[in-house]
Nanobody
């Protein structure tokens, strides 16, 4: 099993920056893909960014060029660096991990609130 705990959310003004962290524990070796999702009130949860075990990354068009996903394997921690934040970035951000080999299991953190407002 994998446990995920997000942190780093908060209130930030438009144009500002935040870095989200996701601490992973458990069967870390089994993780194939990690990513960040977000869900705004009244909207469906959407993919923000993903990173594979090989280090390949992909981003939603809405955040590409502004957000950067990275990981520190030694600390078992996933990061999301968010720059040039916009009010539409306001959402609960969730850390996600896809783990397993023959059978893939999906794990989620509890979420951290990001609010972009003046």
């Amino acid at each position: 099993q994998v446990q995920l705990v997000e942190s780093g959310g908060g209130l930030v003004q438009p144009g500002g920056s935040l870095t989200l962290s996701c601490a992973a524990s458990g069967s870390i070796f089994s993780i194939n893909v990690m990513g960040w999702y977000r869900q705004a009130p009244g909207k469906q949860r959407e993919l923000v960014a993903v990173i594979t075990s090989g280090g390949n990354t992909n981003y939603a068009d809405s955040v590409k060029g502004r957000f950067t996903i990275s990981r520190n394997s030694a600390k078992n921690t996933l990061y999301l660096l968010m720059n040039s934040l916009k009010p539409e970035d306001t959402a609960v951000y969730y850390c996600n991990a896809l783990a397993g080999t023959l059978v893939h299991l999906d794990y989620w953190g509890q979420g951290t609130q990001v609010t972009v407002s003046s």
